[in-house]
């Protein structure tokens, strides 16, 4: 039982999205559950403030915020982000292992009931299977950045931006919710809380947060609450999730402006979580069938 398990593991990792390439080292930890060395990754005495994301996927999974030090050799942390990283049983048949619930990259094992925090759980992560974002870091100091926006059908939002300049790709799917993996079914049922949301990946070279998102509020209306046009309910809300300060205080910023010029803007500003990609038929919607948003069309609104 244990082999099959493993090769059912491994299966379900090569067959991951994986957006990144992997070095060998990387590939044994995150496509084939290796460990690194105790004490040599480079997260390992890291505490600058910032968000931890996959190595494979750029998924936000931990803020700093919750790593502490364990004195076990490899990055600690009491508390995953919300709805982005899931436990499974190890093949050892004793450990619980934790894998990003984006992609299904190995991250590491938890363990519980330790006494060594208030939240009494550590996350025993591999440098290895993460990568690093400053709440300081510029979107130039990337080769490539990603931004999250919600504003009704994902269909139109991302139909936009496909066009935007400097926009390298964008997929759909779903975002600040409670429920892990949920279907389109499950997201128009309103039980899960997650907004419908588009996934920008952008050359900094090229563009930059503050131009998609200039964007965003021109291509939607940001006064609706819980709708866009005929589309009614909460997965429709308008919401900027930022990745760092410097996008929360961009959107921030534009929306202050926007209120000035005498628009009523709702649309939230809310700390990036897990991004579940949507059902394979909602990615570039309208590329697919030839046609135009119904409920999405650009106005300006900034002088």
């Known amino acids: ?29 995150i496509v084939h559950g290796g460990t690194e060395y105790p004490f040599t990754g480079e997260y390992y005495a890291h505490f ?38 899931k436990r499974l049983p190890d093949t050892d048949g004793i450990r619980t292992e934790i894998r990003c619930a984006s992609c299904d990259a190995h991250l590491g094992h938890v363990f519980l009931d330790e006494g060594l925090t208030p939240r009494n759980t550590r996350h025993c992560v591999n440098s290895l299977s993460l990568t690093f974002l400053s709440e300081t870091t510029d979107d130039k100091d990337d080769s490539a950045a990603k931004a999250y926006f919600a504003g009704g059908c994902f269909w139109g939002v991302e139909h936009f931006f496909q066009a935007a300049d400097g926009v390298l790709k964008t997929r759909v799917g779903y975002m600040g919710g409670t429920t ?18 588009v996934e920008v990946v952008y050359d900094p070279n090229r563009t930059n947060f503050e131009t ?15 709708r866009q046009g005929p589309d009614i309910g909460e997965q429709y809300r308008s919401v900027v999730f930022y990745n760092n300060n410097r996008q929360k205080e961009t959107a921030l910023r534009l929306i202050d402006e926007l209120r000035k010029n005498g628009y009523d803007v709702v649309t939230e500003v809310v700390k990036a979580d897990a991004f579940w990609v949507a059902e394979d038929y909602h990615q570039q919607y309208y590329e697919k069938k030839n046609g135009r948003p119904y409920c999405h069309v650009y106005r300006r609104r900034f002088e």
């Open 180 to 197: 892990e993996h949920p279907t389109y079914t499950e997201v128009c049922g309103g039980d899960t809380g997650h907004a419908e949301a």
């Open 1 to 29: 039982m244990i082999a099959i398990n493993l090769l059912l593991s491994v299966m379900c990792a090569e067959n991951a999205v994986n957006d990144n390439p992997l070095t060998p080292e990387e590939e044994r930890i």
């Open 212 to 226: 998609l998102a200039r964007l965003f509020f021109e291509i939607h209306d940001p006064t609706q609450v819980n």
């Open 48 to 85: 600058e403030s910032g968000t931890y994301h996959c190595k494979r996927c750029n998924a936000p999974l931990y803020r700093s915020d919750a790593k502490f030090e364990s004195g076990c050799g490899w990055p600690s942390f009491d508390t995953e982000i919300p709805n982005a990283v």
